[in-house]
């Protein structure tokens, strides 16, 4: 049952009336649209996505953003355009390299026959990031080393400039390179 005051006026309304229309209150206004039951479609496709996003979503979380915030944010919010916040010029940059599946797995081979592959691995484990696993949402596992692969890619693609030259070539970072990188998701 909705809830509404001075209804014809437009000055409060919220809830549903009777699965036909929901009003509700949304970034200062007071909106009505109609009652709609939210597909959640669990096709091949949609849970590709899904995965990749994930993927993302965890190098963005493994940064720090608090003050001193890691230098790599510092460094995506003076790259990010005007209008487009930091994170999201950080996982579209990605996302238009790797949004084909062919893409993805090229990224998935090179990061498995990476010389260092082990220390991608060590790294993201030494920032917390964990293994996205396949189910009901996600496509396939994406090993927490390949998250943060996956982020080294797109600061190569964006050629960020941090405390690592993010824009040579994955196939050519060493140690020093991986190190350097995860350390900029959390120092400044």
Known sequence: MAKTIMPLLSAEASGKIAKSMVFFYWKGLNVVRKYTIPANPRSVDMKSVRTKLAALG???????????????????????????????????????????????????????????????????ASLGMSDILPGVTFSQTVSAGFQLYLGAYAAQK????????YGAALSGWVTKDITSFAKDYTTA
């Open 58 to 124: 965890k190098n963005i979380a493994a940064m720090t953003t608090a003050a001193p915030a890691g230098k790599i944010v510092t460094v995506l919010k003076a790259a990010a355009p005007a209008n487009m916040i930091w994170n999201s010029y950080f996982v579209k940059a990605a996302l238009d390299q790797i949004k084909s599946d062919a893409v993805f797995t090229a990224a998935e081979s090179a990061y498995a026959s990476h010389t260092r592959k082990d220390e991608f691995d060590a790294a993201a």
């Open 158 to 165: 964006l050629a960020l400039v941090g405390t690592t030259n």
